[in-house]
Nanobody, 125 residues
Framework: VQLQASGGGMVEAGDSLTLSCTAS????????MGWFRQAPGKEREFVGV????????YYADPVKGRFTISGDSAKSTVYLRMNNLKAEDTAVYYC???????????????????WGQGTLVTVSS
């Protein structure tokens, strides 16, 4: 599975931005697609994930109520709509796919086996 993320850019605090990520290759292995982010000097952290079977979503606490994940399983594409962006949202955002045998809901970080190249989001205050 290959993942291609896009949509990053530089915005001001309070603005909105939508990221997208499209998978290619063995897309029949994909049952969920997630987003992570990594700020400068910090570890990569979970943002959210969507499960294709029922389109259920899970979010990290810092983004709940501001970020929304949606997607089109037929197109193997996931979106991350980010509203009311804050300076602390500045990071490289990665899309990722968990192994189809993952057992946790939502999947734990180590269960993600495919990663995109990342797209940079910079929020100025």
């Amino acid at each position: 599975v290959q993942l291609q993320a896009s949509g990053g850019g530089m915005v001001e605090a309070g603005d909105s931005l939508t990221l997208s990520c499209t998978a290619s290759g063995s897309t029949d292995e994909i049952y969920a697609m997630g987003w992570f982010r990594q700020a400068p000097g910090k570890e990569r952290e979970f943002v959210g994930v969507i499960r294709w079977s029922d389109e259920s979503t899970y979010y990290a606490d810092p983004v709940k109520g501001r970020f929304t994940i949606s997607g089109d399983s037929a197109k193997s594409t996931v979106y991350l709509r980010m509203n009311n962006l804050k300076a602390e949202d500045t990071a490289v955002y990665y899309c990722a796919v968990p192994d189809r045998s993952s057992v946790y809901v939502p999947p734990l970080r180590y269960e993600y086996v495919y990663w995109g190249q990342g797209t940079l989001v910079t929020v100025s205050s």
